[in-house]
C-alpha cells in the first residue's frame, strides 16, 4: 500500500480537502491519505466539508490532526505541503511537493469552490504520478 502526507497550517481546509480527493481518486490504486497540520486547529472547517459534499466526496468525518498524531513507521510515498511555509515539518518521503495553494479560510464559496478544483486536479496528477511513474 502506497500513503500520501497532505500537511498545511491548521489541518482544517486545503489539506483536508486533499486528504479526500486523495481517498477518493486513490482508492482504486490502493492508495492510503493522511493530513495533518503544522499547528492544528483542532477541527475540519464546515465550509470544506461543504464544498467537498457539493462534489459528492463526504470528509465530515475526517479530525484535524497534528504530525504526532500521524504513525511514525509509515514510510510516505509523497508528502505535500500546503502553504505552512517555514513552519512545514520535515517528513520523509519518496517525493515531497510543496503546493502554492491560497487558505480558503473565511473566503467565499466560490474561492473554496475554485480552491477544491485546483486541489482535485494536482491530486490527480499526483495519484498518476505516484501509481503509473508519470
Do not use: Y
Amino acid at each position: 500500500m502506497k500513503h500520501l502526507l497532505f500537511v498545511c497550517v491548521e489541518n482544517s481546509c486545503r489539506s483536508q480537502i486533499a486528504e479526500g480527493w486523495a481517498r477518493t481518486l486513490g482508492e482504486k490504486h490502493g492508495l492510503r491519505a493522511w493530513s495533518a497540520g503544522s499547528n492544528p486547529s483542532g477541527r475540519v472547517n464546515p465550509d470544506a466539508v461543504a464544498t467537498m459534499q457539493e462534489a459528492g466526496i463526504d470528509i465530515a468525518a475526517q479530525t484535524s490532526k497534528g504530525m504526532d498524531d500521524i504513525p511514525e513507521n509509515i514510510e510516505f510515498e509523497a508528502v505535500v505541503t500546503m502553504g505552512c511555509g517555514d513552519r512545514c515539518p520535515v517528513v520523509g518521503a519518496k517525493r515531497v511537493k510543496d503546493w502554492p495553494i491560497p487558505d480558503p479560510k473565511n473566503q467565499s464559496a466560490l474561492f473554496f469552490g475554485e480552491v477544491r478544483d485546483e486541489i482535485q486536479r494536482r491530486v490527480q496528477r499526483l495519484i498518476d504520478e505516484v501509481c503509473n511513474g508519470a
